[in-house]
């Protein structure tokens, strides 16, 4: 299966309970419709996919649907799902019925997402029943020195990823389960290793295994094909998280809207 199939495409747009600071820094109830160029966020992460030509339908996934609805482009290829307790949980409850597969899921604060690093990422998914993006470190620091990621550091070197999964298979769903249990470990590298056994969380944590590698074992053991795609666009992983990232990501729309490149 190719990029050419038809994805569905879920953007994840709800937040975690309690109040969302940097929504509530910038006078909105959702994380997601935090203006960035004058858009809402999950408003620009939507006219993207649109755009994308493999993607045919796209799914909104939130607590309040109908809060966001009247942000979003009013196009008959999207729809609306409300959330459930957990992000790999809502996820799983779509994917293969309301969401067929090949299915595509990014997040509400990704105002930076491009055509581009949508198409790239799902052709290099390749034969995978997962797969993940992510921008090492060096790709990152060269454009942008001054940026703080979470770092995820491997043999091969540093990643930060880039909240871009293809599901592609029914295999998938193997991928969600492991998900849900990681999920709360997310921030917290050493603690995320634990979930992939014994053996493969001391080669990372002891990073004597590439992430890619490590990623392709993780699979194994849980029983898919899961792939690592690396993305040469460092603003792939740049989502809106603080304060700093709203502030970075205004000024590289700027940039873009002014025909300003980086070298």
């Known amino acids: 299966m190719t990029a050419t199939s038809g994805w569905t495409a879920i953007i994840l747009a709800g937040q975690r309970p309690g109040v969302d600071r940097l929504a509530e820094a910038?006078?909105?109830r959702y994380k997601a419709l935090i203006r960035v160029g004058g858009?809402?966020?999950?408003?620009?992460?939507?006219?993207?996919?649109?755009?994308?030509?493999?993607i045919g339908r796209i799914i909104v996934l939130s607590q309040e649907p109908a809060v966001l609805r009247p942000a979003l482009p009013?196009?008959?290829?999207?729809?609306?799902?409300?959330?459930?307790?957990?992000?790999?949980?809502?996820?799983?409850?779509?994917?293969?019925?309301?969401?067929?597969?090949p299915v595509f899921v990014t997040t509400a604060d990704h105002p930076l997402l491009t055509v581009a690093m949508v198409t790239a990422f799902l052709d290099g998914a390749g034969g995978?029943?997962?797969?993940?993006?992510?921008?090492?470190?060096?790709?990152m620091l060269a454009r942008y020195p001054a940026t703080k990621r979470?770092?995820?550091?491997?043999?091969?070197?540093?990643?930060?990823?880039a909240n871009l999964f293809a599901l592609r298979t029914p295999a998938a769903a193997?991928?969600?389960d492991l998900w849900a249990e990681a999920e709360r470990d997310r921030k917290t590298p050493w603690k995320l290793f634990r979930h992939f056994g014994p053996v493969l969380?001391?080669?990372?944590?002891?990073?004597?295994?590439?992430?890619?590698?490590?990623?392709?074992?993780?699979?194994?053991?849980?029983?898919?094909?899961?792939?690592l795609v690396p993305l040469?666009?460092?603003?792939?992983?740049?989502?809106?998280?603080?304060?700093?990232?709203?502030a970075m990501a205004e000024a590289i729309l700027s940039a873009r809207l002014s025909g300003v490149t980086h070298s």
């Open 26 to 28: 910038f006078g909105e």
């Open 39 to 54: 858009v809402p966020m999950v408003a620009r992460v939507a006219a993207t996919l649109l755009a994308v030509p493999a």
């Open 74 to 101: 009013d196009d008959p290829r999207i729809g609306y799902a409300v959330a459930g307790a957990g992000i790999s949980t809502s996820i799983r409850a779509l994917a293969g019925d309301e969401a067929p597969w």
């Open 128 to 139: 995978s029943d997962v797969a993940v993006a992510a921008v090492e470190r060096q790709t």
């Open 150 to 161: 979470t770092w995820l550091r491997f043999l091969d070197g540093a990643w930060s990823g």
């Open 174 to 176: 193997k991928a969600l």
């Open 201 to 227: 969380a001391l080669r990372a944590i002891s990073r004597t295994i590439g992430f890619a590698a490590a990623i392709r074992a993780a699979g194994r053991r849980s029983g898919f094909a899961a792939a």
């Open 232 to 246: 040469d666009d460092p603003e792939a992983a740049i989502d809106v998280d603080k304060v700093s990232d709203h």
